[in-house]
């Protein structure tokens, strides 16, 4: 915005003074030291040093009060363009939710089955994943005494769950889909299954020997400030989306405690920015929220990349917002902070340009013209100074900015 002023305000103001300086020496019958202290005075009560600091005295202000507040913003750039945001895309695990899930159900498929042999099998698999809800797994068997044995394979299937080898047994678990795609029908566990959904609780599928044999819940609870969250951003305006992997039965739960309306659900890592594009490409500017390794292809896509502070590196990386302590409250922060922060450079432009658009004709002698006083250029230049400092005084008015 200052570039694109800057671009027209320097060269028409060299022009006037030019053209003042010969206006008073060939029309104005003025000597050459008068037509040339009118140049002089232009110039001078024109420099552009108000403008040059109204907008990088407000984004260094404002960015440092955001560091302050546990905000922190990588750019000017985007600091201008989370004003702009009209959709903020939200990731489920780790973002909205505390990420750490526990183990709260083990259903099994035959009546009377020992479910402890199932979550040996369940836990052995995943003791080598980083994955929240494979650690929610390990934890369970861990505290039921179960001690988990090396695998001799594992392979993770992007989205859907892993395949390996446990004591000579083979073993499939995740969702739903993975089973199916394997030929192995679940439909018998499904009233079970929808009731654990309705809770908001994740249903991973076990199949053993390409068996299906159990169904486990895992529930991650929602952070105590999204609700208020939620409302406070609505009342600004914002539309907000859920974007998640989960089913869509579990997806609506969380949406529903959090008070969200807006819900994309099973949607597999990979395509997660895609869906940033679709609603780019519908000509909305999308800010993302997330905090995992698969959350970092749709920070980067995304107008402004918001990324939870206690989240992996590379997500931190491949955002242009980073909300430090982790605490959703944060989001709210950074997009009050964009807007005063602009609102803020806009008084400083109106301010200098307006001082300039009744200064410029002063200096050129309008006065004069009807008997007044010619300007000092003593005087311009400390009037020059004088917008500096008020322009200046304004920014850091951002100091005491609160969300």
Same mark, same amino acid.
């Given at each position: =915005? ?5 671009? !027209? ?5 060299? &022009?006037?003074a ?6 008073? !020496? ?9 037509? @040339?202290?009118?140049?002089?005075? /232009?110039?001078?009560?024109? &420099?552009? &040093? ?9 984004? =260094? ?22 004003? $702009? ?14 990420? $750490? ?5 083990? @259903?099994? /498929? ?14 052995? &698999? ?16 861990i ?13 993770? %299937? ?11 047994? +083979? ?13 192995? +029908? ?6 079970? /299954? ?16 390409? +068996?299906?044999?159990? %169904?486990f ?8 400030? *999204?609700p ?46 895609d869906?940033?594009? $679709? ?7 999308v800010? =993302? /929220?997330?905090?995992? %390794? ?8 995304? #107008?402004?990349?918001?990324? =939870? ?6 997500? %931190?990386? +491949?955002?242009d917002?980073?909300?430090? $302590?982790?605490?959703? #409250? ?10 005063a ?13 307006? !001082?300039?658009? *009744? ?36 920014? @850091? ?7």
């Amino acid at each position: =915005m200052a570039d694109r002023i800057s671009l !027209y305000f320097v060269p028409v103001v060299m &022009c006037i003074a030019v053209l003042t300086g010969l206006a008073w !020496y060939f029309i104005g019958n003025a000597d050459f030291s008068t037509s @040339l202290r009118f140049f002089i005075v /232009v110039l001078v009560i024109a &420099c552009p &040093c108000a403008m040059g600091l109204a907008t990088p005295t407000s984004i =260094m202000v404002g960015t440092g009060r955001g560091a302050q507040l546990g905000v922190l913003v990588k750019s000017g750039e985007a600091l201008e363009l989370a004003e $702009k945001v009209e959709v903020v895309v939200f990731d489920k695990t780790g973002t909205l939710t505390h990420g $750490k899930p526990k183990l709260t159900d083990i @259903l099994t /498929v035959e009546k009377g089955v020992s479910s402890d042999e199932f979550l040996l099998l369940a836990a052995s &698999c995943e003791q080598n994943s980083e994955h929240p809800i494979a650690v929610a797994l390990v934890k369970g068997a861990i505290d039921k005494n179960l001690t988990p044995v090396q695998p001799k394979s594992f392979d993770a %299937i992007q989205g859907k769950g892993i395949e390996g080898q446990v004591d000579g047994k +083979s073993i499939l678990l995740g969702n739903k889909q993975l089973l199916e795609d394997k030929g192995i +029908s679940v439909t018998v566990m499904d009233a079970k /299954v929808a009731e654990l959904s309705a809770q908001g609780k994740t249903v991973l599928f076990l199949a053993v020997n390409k +068996s299906f044999v159990a %169904i486990f819940g895992v529930a991650d609870t929602l952070k105590d400030e *999204v609700p208020e969250v939620v409302e406070r951003m609505q009342e600004m305006g914002v539309r907000l989306i859920m974007l998640t992997g989960d089913q869509e039965t579990t997806a609506r739960a969380i949406a529903d405690q959090a008070g969200l309306t807006e819900v994309i659900a099973e949607v597999l890592p990979d395509k997660k920015a895609d869906v940033i594009k $679709k609603l780019q490409t519908d000509g909305l500017r999308v800010a =993302m /929220v997330g905090d995992g %390794i698969n959350d970092a292809p749709a920070l980067a896509q995304a #107008d402004i990349g918001i990324a =939870m502070g206690t989240g992996i590196d590379i997500a %931190i990386e +491949s955002g242009d917002v980073v909300i430090m $302590k982790g605490n959703l #409250d944060g989001v709210i922060t950074a997009l009050a902070l964009s807007r005063a922060v602009m609102r803020n450079i806009r008084q400083n432009l109106f301010w200098a340009f307006g !001082y300039n658009v *009744v200064g410029i004709p002063v200096a050129a002698g309008v006065l004069t013209l009807f008997g007044g006083p010619a300007l000092n250029p003593m005087i311009a230049g400390g009037a020059m100074a004088l917008s500096s400092v008020s322009v200046v005084s304004n920014a @850091l008015r951002l100091r005491f900015f609160k969300a």
